[in-house]
């Protein structure tokens, strides 16, 4: 218990470290709930990292939070913050259908950019920002969507124990509690790019893409409810939804979220179903094959810092090679847990970072490595990013409501 606890108020109430030199300086575009959490707290932790200003579109809330968490700098608008040639770095987790048109904005005038994820409100805007010229020139901006928690030493524990040509079936699911959104919420308003698909759903369906190590060939099924608000366009915002698709090897992936969850936060979870292999034993007669069958579940995927497990279920059953007979039958189970990359052993012993390190901080980590040109142990490319948008793009389709508009301006 003191050890939980010792963790989580390192991840809520990080202690601050000396900043170095060759300091990147960020500005934040809206004054977002995400943002503590997401930047600001990592940033403290970070020798490297300075927040440096923060625009909203009301004043005096940027002022408020600009206050709280220690900011220097309050902008007149986010443009002021993308033109500013002392800020090197610009976090944008404003609304989704807005990242578009301020990424571009931010990559053009030579920021890098964090882009909360969606990274876009479609697959259209993403191959558009992924490819801009700007990020193929000598010295470019660094631009990431912030999938964060594949950043955490959970899940690359997790992802160590999955074959991917293997998996034949794998079901991701995230939630919300229905008391943490406003009724009135972006997550309500389809001209806003919202929906639950956008929201936790993503990152369900970023799981099944990494755990089959593809992108699907087809969504077989979409599900979807969608929202009783009478405002923004509600019948086009889906509240809950249940995705299958299917991915080159044959596999089938679901994925499931809500925006409407039970009272009691339920944490995120991905289990995945293998097929059976052969295993070499030395010990066993030539007249004997050794078989497994693995399940391998990770419990809170998205909040790993708060709790997690790793399940990981075997079967073994060793057969005669001349008539298949079941000479014996027997089962296997572990659980595991990984909150430094020196839980997670193997070749992740050496990374860094500390019990209370957030995913955001192991982000921020790789984000800062990339811009100086150090190694990045783990990255979110562009044609990641365009993928994730394909494949929410074909959900959106199949359920009937239609992909999320193209909303961005500037191009």
């Known amino acids: ?124 805007e993403a191959e558009i920002l992924f490819h801009l010229p700007e990020l193929s020139q000598p010295n470019a901006p660094v631009l990431m ?47 806003l790019a919202g929906g ?32 009783s608000n009478k405002t923004h366009d509600s019948d086009k915002i889906d509240t809950d939804f249940k995705a299958k698709f299917r991915f080159p090897n044959g596999g089938i992936g679901e994925a499931q979220s809500t925006l409407k969850g039970p009272t009691i936060w339920t944490p995120s979870n991905v289990t995945v179903t293998h097929r059976e292999v052969m295993v070499e034993d030395g010990k066993l007669p030539s007249s004997q094959h050794k078989f497994q069958t693995r399940e391998v579940t990770l419990h809170g995927f998205i909040q790993a810092i708060v709790w997690h497990r790793i399940d990981i279920k075997d079967v073994f059953q060793i057969r005669s090679t001349t008539d298949g007979k079941v000479i014996k039958k027997w089962g296997e189970k572990e659980s595991l847990k990984a909150y430094t990359f020196r839980d997670a052993g193997g070749a992740f012993s050496d990374l860094p970072g500390e019990p209370f390190w957030m995913s955001y901080r192991h982000q921020l ?36 409501l239609g992909r999320r508009p193209t909303t961005g301006t500037y191009t």
């Open 365 to 400: 980590e790789q984000f800062v490595n990339r811009i100086k040109g150090r190694e990045t142990q783990h990255w979110v490319d562009g044609e990641d990013s365009i993928d994730q948008m394909r494949m929410m793009d074909m959900a959106y389709e199949k359920s009937g």
């Open 1 to 124: 218990m003191g050890s939980t606890i010792s963790r989580l108020k390192g991840a809520f109430d990080p202690p601050e470290v000396a900043k170095g030199e060759g300091v990147l300086r960020f500005g934040i575009l809206g004054a977002a709930n995400i943002a503590p959490m997401a930047l600001v707290g990592p940033a403290k932790t970070h020798p490297e990292v300075v927040v440096q200003a923060v625009a909203a579109r009301n004043p005096q809330k940027a002022s408020a939070f600009a206050e709280k968490h220690g900011i220097p700098e309050v902008k007149a608008s986010y443009q002021e913050i993308v033109d500013d040639p002392t800020i090197d770095c610009v976090f944008i987790p404003l609304a989704n259908s807005l990242h578009f048109e301020w990424a571009v904005r931010a990559v053009r005038a030579g920021k890098h950019v964090l882009l909360e994820k969606p990274s876009v409100a479609n697959a259209t």
């Open 196 to 227: 639950t698909m956008m929201h936790m759903g993503t990152y369900s369906f970023a799981a099944l893409r990494s755990v089959f190590d593809a992108q699907p060939e087809e969504c077989v099924s979409c599900d979807v409810s969608t929202s």
């Open 145 to 191: 969507e912030a999938f964060h928690n594949r950043f955490h030493p959970a899940w690359a524990l997790f992802r160590s124990l999955v074959n991917p040509g293997d998996v034949v079936h794998v079901v991701a699911r995230s939630m919300i509690p229905w008391w943490y959104v406003a009724k009135d919420g972006i997550e309500f308003n389809y001209s």
